[in-house]
């Protein structure tokens, strides 16, 4: 596609349940980010992929979260056990390289009740 | 330390008003790189700008222009004659030259009244 897709847009769980956010990069993108960003706030570095591997996990906020890329394109984020403080836009990104300017997904809006 | 700083949480200006945004931030590294975004009410963050930390040249596109002063470490963006349109929340960040992530401010809300 033309820019980054991600799925679903809304997704709202129930405070303990497993959720999955999915995230479409441009096509040949090798890098791609995780982005969550709160109410009011700016959005939050959770993770950084270079082709299939995590080369930077340091901004998830605990071992609830893990995120994959197993073939280097889509990625996936996952969140067990999930808090209401989960609650948040979770913002996928991708560049050609950390260098330039990444295009940003509309986001999916998680809300945990 | 909050690394980027935008100061101005709001900013309401009329139609055609000019209207800068300011945005402050701070490294240690040599090597930087200085972005700004647009979120709009749809959610997704548009790319506008990157400027590296050795070009302080100014830069205008259009309605748009950037003042890169590194002695005061400050990267702030101007809208001219400004339109309704471009209200919107904007975001300043970095990135460092070691670094993988945006550092970003917690943006300035715009709001341009017709």
């Known amino acids: 596609g033309a820019g980054v897709s991600q799925t679903p847009s809304n997704k709202v769980t129930e405070k303990g349940k497993y959720v999955e956010l999915r995230c479409d990069p441009i096509s040949g993108h090798t890098a791609l980010y995780w982005y969550r960003q709160s109410l009011g706030q700016g959005p939050e570095f959770l993770i950084y992929?270079?082709?299939?591997?995590?080369?930077?996990d340091s901004g998830l906020p605990n071992d609830r979260f893990f995120a994959v890329r197993p073939e280097g394109s889509v990625s996936t984020l996952k969140i067990q056990r999930t808090e209401r403080g989960d609650s948040a836009v979770y913002l996928c990104a991708s560049s050609l390289d950390r260098f330039t300017g990444y295009t940003f997904g509309s986001g999916t809006r998680l809300t945990v009740v | 330390a909050q690394k980027v700083t935008q100061a101005q949480t709001e900013i309401s200006v009329v139609e055609k008003e000019d209207v800068t945004l300011d945005c402050v931030y701070e490294?240690?590294?040599?090597?930087?790189?200085l972005f700004w975004y647009k979120q709009p009410p749809s959610g997704e963050l548009v790319f506008l700008i990157r400027?590296?930390?050795?070009?302080?040249q100014n830069e205008i596109s259009g309605r748009y222009s950037w003042n890169f002063q590194k002695s005061t470490s400050s990267f702030n963006f101007t809208i001219t004659a400004s339109q309704v349109v471009d209200s919107a929340v904007y975001f300043c960040?970095?990135?460092?030259?070691?670094?993988?992530?945006?550092?970003f401010g917690t943006g300035t809300s715009l709001t341009v009244i017709p």
């Open positions: 992929f270079q082709g299939t591997g995590a080369a930077d």
């Open positions: 490294t240690r590294d040599t090597t930087y790189y």
């Open positions: 400027r590296n930390s050795f070009d302080e």
């Open positions: 960040a970095l990135t460092e030259g070691a670094g993988n992530q945006f550092y």
